[in-house]
């Protein structure tokens, strides 16, 4: 169906704060790139009966293959028990909740990061909004913690807005491609948001668990492998919150990137800050907070020169071609 008038204004107003950190010269350089698709089909989910679907994958499955054009899939109040996968051959996908704390989306598969995610997108565009993603399989009691995802991100040009990522290990799986994460929560304990993408955390909250193993957790785990690699974390005005204790990160592959700049930290984080060595590229800018005293970091902690900052906090890094900016002028034809 076409999208009405109403639905038109309501998406434009719930997208216009995802979008206000691109800079004019961005919203310049999308303006003269094609402004299609538009958004095309609405479906509604909601598990009464009362709309088009009653779960998300349902929705999902009704999306042709290869569409050409927006999906504009709402999603009432609710916890919806089930694992949900976006395909490959189904881009421009946009999954709208109700609140983060009201539309929920929850699963316990474990022990293999390939096919444990709570949710699963493999898709190039794909968007969501207001929901949160959990894997409940640590909360139980188990004698051990063991891999098990809530979200696996694949697909390239992708953002999360207001969304929630909830677990204890491998929480978020932040596999390749361009990502824009603003104003979400993500939690976990032990290598909680790994990954080979090249995204932006921005206004994110980092929440720090106690987890089932002694000793500190880990935030990142970055999977940077090679020295022309692009890919990277940055977590640019964030708050790092929660219990017990953590490094900032540990490494993944031989040439991990992750920066933390202008961010809270409370004093969830040990004092070393880092668990690595000095190959790595790791960088805090800018932190403030009991947990941001670098007076006992490690001393091969990097110094980034003005030129490698600027590139890492702009929002060129992940949309130098203005994508991120395009999604909603694509979207409204504007």
Same mark, same amino acid.
């Given at each position: 169906?076409?999208?009405?008038?109403?639905?038109?204004?309501?998406?434009?107003?719930?997208?216009?704060?995802?979008?206000?950190?691109?800079?004019?010269?961005?919203?310049?350089?999308?303006?003269?790139?094609?402004?299609?698709?538009?958004?095309?089909? /609405? !479906? &509604?989910? &909601?598990?009464?009966?009362?709309?088009?679907?009653?779960?998300?994958?349902?929705?999902?499955?009704?999306?042709?293959?290869? @569409?050409?054009?927006?999906?504009?899939?709402?999603?009432?109040?609710?916890?919806?028990?089930?694992?949900? +996968?976006?395909? #490959?051959?189904?881009?421009?996908? !946009?999954?709208?909740?109700?609140?983060?704390? @009201?539309?929920?989306?929850?699963?316990?598969?474990? &022990?293999?990061?390939?096919?444990?995610?709570?949710?699963?997108?493999?898709?190039?565009?794909?968007?969501?909004?207001?929901?949160?993603?959990?894997?409940?399989?640590?909360?139980?009691?188990?004698?051990? $913690?063991?891999?098990?995802?809530?979200?696996?991100?694949?697909?390239?040009?992708?953002?999360?807005?207001?969304?929630?990522?909830?677990?204890?290990?491998?929480?978020?799986?932040?596999?390749?491609? #361009?990502?824009?994460?603003?104003?979400?929560?993500?939690?976990?304990?032990?290598?909680?948001? !790994?990954?080979?993408?090249?995204?932006?955390?921005?206004?994110?909250?980092?929440?720090?668990?106690?987890?089932?193993?002694?000793?500190?957790?880990?935030?990142?785990?970055?999977?940077? +492998?090679?020295?022309?690699?692009?890919?990277?974390?940055? !977590?640019?005005?964030?708050?790092? /919150?929660?219990?017990?204790?953590?490094?900032?990160?540990?490494?993944?592959?031989?040439?991990?990137?992750?920066?933390?700049?202008?961010?809270? $930290?409370?004093?969830?984080? /040990?004092?070393?800050?880092?668990?690595?060595?000095?190959?790595?590229?790791?960088?805090? /800018?800018? %932190? %403030?907070?009991?947990?941001?005293?670098?007076?006992?970091?490690?001393?091969?902690? @990097?110094?980034?020169?003005?030129?490698?900052?600027?590139?890492?906090?702009?929002?060129?890094?992940? &949309?130098?071609?203005?994508?991120?900016?395009?999604?909603?002028? @694509?979207?409204?034809?504007?």
């Amino acid at each position: 169906m076409q999208i009405s008038p109403q639905l038109f204004l309501y998406t434009l107003l719930a997208l216009f704060s995802l979008f206000s950190s691109t800079n004019s010269a961005t919203h310049h350089n999308a303006a003269k790139h094609h402004r299609k698709p538009q958004i095309h089909n /609405v !479906f &509604d989910v &909601d598990p009464s009966g009362k709309g088009h679907f009653k779960t998300i994958q349902a929705a999902i499955d009704a999306v042709p293959s290869h @569409n050409p054009q927006w999906t504009f899939i709402r999603i009432k109040k609710g916890v919806y028990r089930e694992q949900v +996968s976006i395909p #490959r051959d189904k881009p421009f996908i !946009f999954l709208k909740g109700g609140g983060k704390d @009201n539309t929920i989306i929850t699963w316990d598969a474990h &022990d293999s990061i390939a096919t444990s995610a709570t949710f699963s997108s493999y898709a190039d565009y794909t968007m969501a909004q207001d929901i949160s993603f959990v894997n409940s399989f640590n909360n139980g009691t188990h004698n051990r $913690m063991r891999p098990a995802l809530a979200a696996k991100i694949q697909g390239d040009k992708s953002a999360f807005h207001r969304c929630g990522f909830y677990g204890m290990q491998d929480t978020l799986w932040d596999v390749q491609g #361009r990502h824009y994460f603003k104003l979400c929560t993500i939690q976990g304990s032990v290598d909680f948001i !790994f990954g080979a993408s090249r995204s932006l955390y921005e206004k994110c909250t980092i929440s720090i668990v106690e987890n089932l193993h002694k000793g500190p957790g880990y935030i990142t785990a970055q999977g940077r +492998s090679g020295p022309r690699e692009t890919s990277a974390f940055v !977590f640019k005005e964030c708050n790092i /919150v929660g219990k017990g204790k953590a490094y900032l990160g540990r490494a993944w592959r031989d040439h991990a990137t992750v920066l933390f700049y202008d961010t809270f $930290m409370t004093d969830v984080i /040990v004092p070393q800050g880092w668990n690595a060595w000095n190959q790595l590229r790791f960088a805090e /800018v800018k %932190c %403030c907070g009991r947990g941001a005293n670098a007076s006992k970091r490690v001393k091969w902690a @990097n110094k980034l020169s003005e030129k490698e900052l600027k590139e890492l906090i702009s929002i060129s890094f992940i &949309d130098g071609e203005g994508w991120l900016r395009n999604l909603a002028l @694509n979207i409204f034809g504007a």
